[in-house]
Nanobody
Framework: VQLQASGGGLVQAGGSLRLSCAASGRTFSNYVVGWFRRAPGKDREFVAAITWTGGTTYYEESVKGRFTISRDNAKNTVYLHLNSLNAEDTVVYYC????????????????WGQGTLVTVSS
């Protein structure tokens, strides 16, 4: 499966963005999808994940209550809604997919898209 992340941009602190991860090539509902982010010089950090049909979600503690992951398998797209953004959220966001793994370990996801940059201004 090929993944394309989009939706990043410049937003003021306290604002919101919606990131999209569009998939092609395989039946999208066969894949768990995760969102990760990476700050310069740091490892990828887990943000959120969603199961095949969207029935279960999982969030990193620092984004709980602010970010929401959802999916529309009819559109082959997973979304990450970012709310109450702050300067620490200024990083590149990546989506990843795997047919079997549901969790926070980046190394377990088989497929990755390119990143989309979110910049939060104060």
């Amino acid at each position: 499966v090929q993944l394309q992340a989009s939706g990043g941009g410049l937003v003021q602190a306290g604002g919101s963005l919606r990131l999209s991860c569009a998939a092609s090539g395989r039946t999208f509902s066969n894949y768990v999808v995760g969102w990760f982010r990476r700050a310069p010089g740091k490892d990828r950090e887990f943000v959120a994940a969603i199961t095949w049909t969207g029935g279960t979600t999982y969030y990193e503690e620092s984004v709980k209550g602010r970010f929401t992951i959802s999916r529309d398998n009819a559109k082959n797209t997973v979304y990450l809604h970012l709310n109450s953004l702050n300067a620490e959220d200024t990083v590149v966001y990546y989506c990843a997919a795997d047919p079997a793994y549901f969790g926070s370990s980046a190394g377990q996801y088989r497929h990755w898209g390119q990143g989309t940059l979110v910049t939060v201004s104060s």
